[in-house]
């Protein structure tokens, strides 16, 4: 008769959780339809949090995301990131380790493989529902048969956000000393290798840097440039979103066309469905409001599994450094953003402030400032 009772009660605990992460999921696409809000704001200053009212007890699944003060403006005083007195909390970083395991199993759920999908098999877009693509011939040839990180531990690892934040930090020396590094958006490193490195294990690649950054190939040129670019990945991960958004999958088809035709030394990686759901499940479950989580945020939720002590670097969405000078979005180009717009898919300041949290109680490294000037800091 206990027992009856414990699985009743831990039935309807399941469903009360389901039903908020519904409602949430509701008012997340009520919010993104609001776009009047978000010219009103301050680039620096976040409106209070609606949603405050939905209090799940932060202690019930993890009990570890103390207090991501949600309505604080974050970062004037962000030279405290790149303070040295942080030590690593290993006791902190196994205990989330086990509790993002509840949500997913990043070993699995990086990529879809060969037994579970076949050539024609149709599939809905997770942010379109009402489309759908097939799975093709190339596509189904170079899903993997086995997880591209199976059994894969590392001590240290790196994960390298896109911020032009990493301008003149001269981190690249000390990213490229890490067991492991992962990249985002096949951003480009030769030419910046001072600062962001040139050593990739796993980059993610979003079907729209095709048209982005190499100009949907449009000529032999493109081609060759974007084919470079993966041949410098030499036996790495390449890990691509490509059943997230719609009208990405001619870009996807071509890529793997010239994977295959020049048989291009790369492990593909296509994230299983459920990823992006559990994911936000998790920060959801522990207190954070993300929309739609960020490329970086499902890395580093991903990492947890892979990699004993995760540094993060190039994360920074905010418009001007700690000293008030201005930081480009993204480090090798010219795109603008909107940080704090409610239009916009991800909740990047928040985003931010969580992971500053978990910087502070040693949970993780968030480097913000300049590599050189933490070594003479520490001679102080
Ligand atoms: C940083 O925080 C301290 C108190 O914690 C405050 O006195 C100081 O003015 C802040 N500095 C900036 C630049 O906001
Ligand atoms: C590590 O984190 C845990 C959980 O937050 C805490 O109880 C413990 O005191 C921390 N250890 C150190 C050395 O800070
Ligand atoms: C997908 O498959 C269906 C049925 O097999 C076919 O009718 C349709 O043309 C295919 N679409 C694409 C884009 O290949
Ligand atoms: C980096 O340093 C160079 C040389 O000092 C300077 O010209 C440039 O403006 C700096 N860039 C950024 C983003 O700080
Ligand atoms: C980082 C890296 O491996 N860069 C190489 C990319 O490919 C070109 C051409 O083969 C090399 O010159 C680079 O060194």
């Given at each position: 008769?206990?027992?009856?009772?414990?699985?009743?009660?831990?039935?309807?605990?399941?469903?009360?959780?389901?039903?908020?992460?519904?409602?949430?999921?509701?008012?997340?696409?009520?919010?993104?339809?609001?776009?009047?809000?978000?010219?009103?704001?301050?680039?620096?200053?976040?409106?209070?949090?609606?949603?405050?009212?939905?209090?799940?007890?932060?202690?019930?699944?993890?009990?570890?995301?103390?207090?991501?003060?949600?309505?604080?403006?974050?970062?004037?005083?962000?030279?405290?990131?790149?303070?040295?007195?942080?030590?690593?909390?290993?006791?902190?970083?196994?205990?989330?380790?086990?509790?993002?395991?509840?949500?997913?199993d990043?070993?699995?759920?990086?990529?879809?493989?060969?037994?579970?999908?076949?050539?024609g098999?149709?599939?809905?877009?997770?942010?379109?529902?009402?489309?759908?693509?097939?799975i093709?011939?190339?596509?189904?040839?170079?899903?993997?048969?086995?997880?591209?990180?199976?059994?894969?531990?590392?001590?240290?690892?790196?994960?390298?956000?896109?911020?032009?934040?990493?301008?003149?930090?001269?981190?690249?020396?000390?990213?490229?000393?890490?067991?492991?590094?992962?990249?985002?958006?096949?951003?480009?490193?030769?030419?910046?290798?001072?600062?962001?490195g040139?050593?990739?294990?796993?980059?993610?690649?979003?079907?729209?840097?095709?048209?982005?950054?190499?100009?949907?190939?449009?000529?032999?040129?493109?081609?060759?440039?974007f084919?470079?670019?993966?041949?410098?990945?030499?036996?790495?991960?390449?890990?691509?979103?490509?059943?997230?958004?719609?009208?990405?999958?001619?870009?996807?088809?071509?890529?793997?066309?010239?994977?295959?035709?020049?048989?291009?030394?790369?492990?593909?990686?296509?994230?299983?469905?459920?990823?992006?759901?559990?994911?936000?499940?998790?920060?959801?479950?522990?207190?954070?409001?993300?929309?739609?989580?960020t490329?970086?945020?499902?890395?580093?939720?991903?990492?947890?599994?892979?990699?004993?002590?995760?540094?993060?670097?190039?994360?920074?969405?905010?418009?001007?450094?700690?000293?008030?000078?201005?930081?480009?979005?993204?480090?090798?180009?010219?795109?603008k953003?909107?940080?704090?717009?409610?239009?916009?898919?991800?909740?990047?300041?928040?985003?931010?402030?969580?992971?500053?949290?978990?910087?502070?109680?040693?949970?993780?490294?968030?480097?913000?400032?300049?590599?050189?000037?933490?070594?003479k800091?520490?001679?102080?």
């Amino acid at each position: 008769m206990p027992l009856m009772f414990r699985s009743l009660l831990f039935g309807f605990v399941t469903l009360l959780v389901v039903l908020l992460i519904i409602g949430d999921v509701a008012e997340v696409e009520k919010e993104a339809a609001n776009i009047e809000h978000s010219k009103k704001m301050n680039s620096h200053r976040l409106k209070p949090h609606r949603k405050a009212e939905v209090q799940l007890d932060p202690t019930a699944v993890t009990g570890m995301i103390k207090h991501v003060a949600p309505h604080r403006p974050c970062c004037s005083n962000s030279s405290k990131h790149s303070s040295n007195r942080w030590t690593f909390n290993k006791t902190l970083s196994s205990f989330i380790r086990k509790n993002i395991l509840r949500f997913l199993d990043p070993e699995r759920d990086i990529s879809i493989l060969k037994g579970m999908l076949k050539p024609g098999d149709i599939i809905h877009y997770l942010f379109d529902r009402h489309s759908t693509t097939n799975i093709s011939e190339n596509l189904y040839r170079l899903l993997p048969t086995a997880s591209p990180m199976k059994n894969q531990h590392h001590r240290k690892c790196a994960i390298v956000g896109n911020s032009g934040i990493l301008l003149n930090s001269s981190c690249g020396p000390e990213i490229d000393s890490h067991d492991f590094v992962i990249r985002c958006n096949l951003a480009p490193v030769e030419e910046y290798s001072q600062d962001v490195g040139w050593r990739t294990n796993l980059v993610t690649m979003n079907p729209s840097v095709v048209q982005r950054a190499f100009q949907d190939l449009v000529t032999e040129e493109w081609k060759e440039r974007f084919l470079q670019r993966l041949r410098n990945l030499s036996g790495s991960v390449l890990w691509i979103p490509a059943f997230m958004a719609k009208r990405g999958e001619d870009r996807v088809e071509w890529v793997l066309r010239l994977i295959l035709l020049h048989t291009v030394d790369v492990r593909m990686a296509f994230p299983s469905l459920r990823l992006l759901h559990a994911v936000r499940g998790y920060w959801l479950t522990n207190n954070v409001h993300i929309k739609r989580p960020t490329t970086g945020l499902l890395m580093y939720t991903m990492a947890t599994r892979f990699c004993e002590e995760i540094h993060l670097y190039g994360f920074w969405p905010f418009p001007l450094d700690p000293k008030g000078k201005t930081v480009k979005y993204h480090y090798y180009d010219t795109l603008k953003y909107e940080y704090t717009s409610s239009s916009s898919p991800h909740t990047m300041p928040l985003e931010f402030r969580t992971l500053s949290s978990l910087h502070r109680q040693g949970a993780l490294r968030l480097h913000t400032g300049t590599c050189d000037l933490e070594q003479k800091d520490l001679q102080n």
